[in-house]
């Protein structure tokens, strides 16, 4: 559709500006996307001037569901996006314009007891979503929440707010997921998880794919419905990002599970493209196109996130950040991927060489893991946890006392896991938990002080989760699982079928339940819990219970 209001499109405006910022801009400052992805095509200062009145919706424009994420003790972030018809571009609203959306929060489901309640606007520019920040909210409770427009009113949302900081806490449990390729298979999963009795999920990477979907919705083999061919293609626009989140978020399965708990996210490669790091694509584009490809994926991300209003600082968009639960548990949300060298020896699994192994690689990038050094420090909660994205802990492929090692995880950049592991010795940092996803197959892995010394310190605990959907049905024992867990001693536990981590932190344990789906590429997989796992605090290691 074309604009009504005199600008370019807004791809246009992003390559433009991208162009702009000049050859020595991208080599010096590779963040450079998230700078053009929040100051390019913001409303405008005369956008309720084209407000468009509610009760021109003709058709509901709640079709992606609610949402809800890092909550605080007294807010929460209240999220929806207003899309009549959400496989179209533009989600079937005009391309400039606003809507005012009506929103409440009530502590019980039928909204008698309403606490908070307001309006807020839902701008073409940031293609109609809402973000809320609720405030003025008791800690540690329960909350229902919806929104309206003019005759409509969306599916009611629950959420939850954090302890106050500095409580006792007797117990969390939270979610772990990742990596959900629609093509792959049906979200299955997320169906089991939105009837877990949780506090709050992590999403920790990998929420959209960036590949094509054909018609039949890949391996979902759909014979009821066809995709529309714009989908058929690799995403590299805002409008296909846009698209895409639209598909996914259409999903029922992800809908309820988004509407049953707050979520904490973060993302890794795919919600721009594989294997991506900081300015370097994966294929040959130029500086120019990939800055500006990436600044509409995370302009996207953004808009189809339950997360505050962005402030680029520069010129990166901080994904990383920390929250308490109580005097419990410390969360450190990492982002390995926007300020990572270069993986080394042209990526994928390699022996180590002194490129992988130069001290001045990073994944977090330097400001990033002075921060989170900073924030061990100071914490004073039971458990520090670390949601992030790719396996922390050593993995052989081989039993061979030469192994190659995956040159995207942290692996691929043994100086700066050493740089955390001696700083959590040196700060005296207890109670290390890692939730971590990428590799479609669960771990449960113990974190060694030196991974060539199986007899070396247990300094923490390390849940991989495995996928929701991506890489098909999988299955329980990979091929490779005898020569991996061999390889590997402080591998405890290895699982290749789809599903979800359940974590749960008290004041005396943390325990993992890995929950795992019989088949998603068909509808109706069944849940079982695969096995579970328990570390004491204080007291570093995992027992199978």
Known sequence: MARTD????????????????????????TSAAAA???????????AADAELAPRSLKENPFTLGVASGDPLPDAVVLWTRLAPRPLEPGGGLPPAGAVRVE??????????????????????EFDYSVHVEADGLDADRVHWYRFRVGDWTSPVGRTRTTPADGRRTEQVRLGLVSCQAYEDGYFTAYRHLAGEDLDAVFHVG???????????????????????????????????????????KSDPDLQA????????VTWDDHEVENNYAAGIPEKGQSPEAFVARRAAAYRAYWENMPLRMPKPEGTDLRLYRRFQYGRLAQFDILDTRQYRSDQANGDGWQYPTPESEDPSRTLTGATQE?????????????????????????????????????????????????????????????????LTGDVHVAYALDVKRDFDDPASRTVGVEFVGT???????????????????????????????RGYTTVTLTPEHARADFRTVSHITTPGGTLATAASFVTEAGNPGLREV
């Open 6 to 29: 005199g600008r370019p499109p807004v791809d246009q405006q992003l390559r433009e500006a991208a162009a702009r910022l000049g050859r020595r801009r991208f080599l010096t400052a």
């Open 36 to 46: 053009l992805a929040f100051t390019t095509n913001l409303p405008s200062a005369h």
């Open 103 to 124: 929103w409440e929060v009530a502590r019980d489901e039928r909204f008698r007891r309403t606490v908070r309640r307001g309006t807020a606007r839902a701008y073409a």
């Open 206 to 248: 990998d929420y959209i794919y960036e590949y094509a979907v054909d018609a039949a919705g890949g391996d979902r083999r759909y014979t009821d419905r066809t995709l529309p061919a714009l989908y058929n293609h690799e995403t590299a626009t805002l409008e296909d990002y846009r698209l895409r989140y639209s598909l996914y």
């Open 257 to 264: 599970a988004h509407a049953a708990f707050p979520w904490y």
């Open 370 to 434: 002075r921060w989170l050094l900073d924030g061990l420090r100071r914490s004073r909660a039971v458990w520090n946890v670390l949601p992030q994205q790719v396996v922390f802990s050593r993995r052989k492929n081989t039993t061979a006392e030469r192994s190659k090692l995956s040159m995207d995880a942290w692996d691929g950049y043994p100086a700066a896991r050493e740089r955390i592991l001696a700083g959590i010795e040196r700060l005296g940092v207890e109670n290390l938990v890692i």
């Open 467 to 497: 996928s929701i959907s991506s890489d098909g049905d999988g299955a329980a024992k990979p091929a490779n699982w005898s020569t991996l867990t061999a390889a590997n001693p402080h591998m405890k536990f290895y699982n290749g079928l």
